[in-house]
């Protein structure tokens, strides 16, 4: 698979520093509890920076590739400055693969669908290369191990996953509790389950509440139904 290097002009119109941290662990680096994970492999190469630049307007977040012309992300990370509408799509880039100012494809949005309260595929202008992760329905019992990879911002130039998460409960506005080590940046990053051959996405991770994760879980038919459009 081949992999890009983002031009200097680049790298500042998409949102990221112009300057990598001059000291960023190596590959199978544990750091804080989170484990830094080759990008080009997978199902690690399906998920992607999101970038998102414009007026007034520079973060990042985490999605994942779900079908070859959908990434799966959470609203938040798509609200315009004033938090009163959608960012436009033209400003929004995912970077699949990403890693130190490298990645495995750059894709441009050109439109939301919503998909749950926080769950957002977003349309990209054209297919994906790599191979989509799939998505599970899952009604999960507390305790349930899980899996959560996103661009943290303390490590946002890095994959990072927390390999030994679990499944808390459901909270009273109905999302999953959760103990995954995310912060900012992780906005969007997937909840990954075992399935016996392989991971697949079953939910989205979307905050925190105190010390407690929440994740908003998918529904597989519902994004079925839009992947096929």
Sequence with gaps: MVIRRLAPGLVGLLGLAVLLPAAVPAYGADVGGR????????????????????????????????????ALTAKHCLGDFLGEGW?????????????????????????????????????????????????????????TALFEAGYSSDKGHVLTVDPACRFLGWSTDGYWRH???????????????????????????????GNVGLAEPLDRARVRRHAGR
């Design 35 to 70: 484990v830094i994970v080759a990008p080009d492999t997978g199902p690690w190469s399906a998920i992607g920076r999101l970038n998102v630049a414009g007026f007034r307007i520079r973060r990042h977040c985490t999605a994942t590739l779900v079908a070859p012309t959908l």
């Design 87 to 143: 960012v436009a799509p033209e400003l929004v880039h995912f970077l699949p693969g990403y890693a130190r100012g490298e990645y495995l494809g750059h894709y441009q949005a050109v439109g939301y669908e919503l998909v749950g309260t926080e769950a957002v595929l977003v349309r990209l202008d054209h297919p994906a290369a790599m191979r989509p992760i799939p998505i599970v329905d899952r009604d999960s019992e507390p305790g």
């Design 179 to 209: 103990d995954c080590e995310a912060i900012g940046g992780d906005s969007g990053a997937p909840i990954l389950v075992d399935t016996g051959t392989g991971l697949a996405v079953a939910a989205i991770h979307v905050g925190r509440r």
